[in-house]
């Protein structure tokens, strides 16, 4: 350690100010740690029972003796406290004003684009079908085809069943479509196009419709003894009225009367030839009872 030259101006003065900083200092803990009123000596704060007590008990054991000061006895009341919170609840966060509801952007799917229907091939077109409207259960007819660019190749298929097909030119093709066919209502669809559907054509449609039915009821018959002629006795159902026919008489306009018997009486429509069989039935009761005629028998007292 370098020693302090006294000979020095500078060092001597150096050497006071350090002193009179440590006198300063020790004065300065001494008043803050022992303090200048040594006359009055503080009194020990008491220490507060771990049980703490009633507050009325505390009140009459107040110390008012002499010598204590009013410090100590504030201090006697009070007990030490001592709280055990259960769990801690955060407050609720308050609603920031700067912060809002965004609500997402709708998806916009892209728009989905129509099937597009297989192109046919160039030039090959079915305009028509004769006939497209025919009833069910008739007899089998024959189909024309109208269109352009048709081939000896093409064939004409309904429901995907091949028909054989009559080429006549480019733009007609026929076919003779069964009557199994059409033996229900409902829609037929037809296609031009060759037997390796290489070429094909547009498609069309025949309706087939149901056909009329006679609205009338067989509710009974007549035979003569004889049996030259039986007569089938029927009903009206739209006004009940009871009419006697014969085999080959027409009723309601169109049904000829084909066949009489004693289970069923047979009629045919005589605008697309189709049969309808009618089974006996009791008929509407309220038209009145029927009865068959009997023959008339001579009196045996008769005389000539």
């Known amino acids: 350690m370098q020693r302090v030259d006294l000979n020095k101006p500078g060092e001597k003065k150096k050497l006071i100010s350090a002193g009179v900083l440590g006198l300063a200092a020790i004065v300065v803990l001494y008043w803050v740690f022992i303090g200048f009123d040594s006359g009055t000596p503080k009194a020990a704060r008491p220490q507060p029972t771990p049980t703490p007590q009633p ?21 006697a009341v009070f007990t030490e406290v001592r ?67 048709f081939t000896p190749a093409m064939r004409i298929y309904v ?31 037809v296609v031009v196009r060759t037997p390796d559907n290489q070429l094909f054509s547009n498609q069309a449609t025949i309706n087939v419709a149901a056909p009329p039915t006679p609205n009338f009821s067989y509710i009974g018959i007549i035979s003569p003894e004889n049996r030259v002629a039986d007569t089938a006795v029927v009903q009206d159902k739209s006004n009940k009225n009871v009419l006697s026919v014969y085999k080959g008489d027409v009723i309601g306009g169109r049904f000829r009367v084909t066949s009489i018997s004693d289970k069923e009486l047979v009629l045919t429509d005589t605008t697309l030839k189709i049969k309808h069989t009618l089974a006996m039935t009791e008929g509407d009761k309220s038209a009145g009872a029927l009865s068959r005629p009997t023959p008339r028998v001579d009196a045996e007292d008769d005389e000539p």
């Open 83 to 149: 709280y055990d919170p259960s769990s801690y609840n955060a407050p609720e966060a308050k609603r920031n004003i700067f912060a809002y509801y965004e609500p997402p952007k709708p998806v916009i799917a892209p728009p989905t684009p129509s099937p597009t229907p297989e192109p046919s091939p160039p030039g090959v077109l079915l305009a028509s079908v004769s006939p497209s409207n025919v009833y069910a259960r008739t007899a089998e007819f024959k189909l024309e085809a109208a269109g352009d660019k």
């Open 55 to 75: 507050r009325a008990a505390q009140t009459t054991q107040r110390p008012n003796g002499p010598g204590v000061s009013q410090e100590v006895i504030n201090a």
């Open 159 to 189: 429901d995907g069943r091949e028909l054989p097909t009559t080429y006549k030119n480019p733009q007609q093709l026929s076919a003779t479509i069964p009557a199994s066919f059409i033996a229900n209502p409902g829609t037929r669809n």
